[in-house]
């Protein structure tokens, strides 16, 4: 995304690369909280309580759930039972034998392999932030483009408490 973003500015030189490169990272993370999902797969850990009840993990959209484990130590497959739903939220039940407990569960989450697998609809909005806050830097108040959440809101994905 480096390069649409210095097309989009219309730099040439590699001088500004450094703070480029950041401007784009701290634009995914805003991506990432206006979406609700992560954008690259990562792996994941969450630690969850075992009391035998369906949870969901946190992060979305889950690609994979990995394993549960207690300290280390993977559960027996008739100890938990994991689902990926439709829309990529990922659940765990775990029961454990003296009770219930905490246990972890790794896993990896995201929409995309890479940058570039990413919707274009997301990577625009993404180099449109970062070029936005490039050019408010000398004092200026950055206030997101409408354009931006205009492009992101069709991947929004919100919970209702």
Same mark, same amino acid.
């Given at each position: 995304m480096l390069a649409d973003l210095k097309a989009w500015l219309r730099i040439g030189s590699d001088d500004e690369d450094g703070v480029l490169e950041r401007l784009l990272g701290s634009a995914s993370g805003l991506c990432e909280q206006f979406i609700g999902q992560w954008l690259v797969v990562r792996d994941a850990s969450e630690t969850i309580v075992a009391d035998g009840s369906w949870q969901r993990l946190a992060a979305r959209p889950v690609v994979a759930i990995l394993g549960v484990e207690v300290e280390g130590i993977a559960l027996a497959p008739g100890a938990y039972a994991v689902d990926i !739903? /439709?829309? #990529? !939220? #990922?659940?765990? &039940? /775990? &029961?454990?034998? !003296?009770?219930? #407990?905490?246990?972890?569960? &790794?896993? &990896?989450? #995201?929409? /995309? /392999?890479d940058v570039e697998g990413l919707p274009e609809a997301i990577r625009q909005g993404i180099v449109r932030l970062a070029a936005e806050h490039f050019t408010a830097r000398d004092g200026e108040v950055a206030t997101p483009p409408a354009v931006v959440s205009a492009l992101w809101r069709p991947w929004r994905r919100m919970r209702l408490a």
């Open positions: !739903d /439709a829309s #990529g !939220d #990922g659940w765990v &039940r /775990a &029961r454990l034998v !003296d009770g219930p #407990g905490k246990v972890t569960v &790794r896993y &990896r989450a #995201g929409l /995309a /392999a």
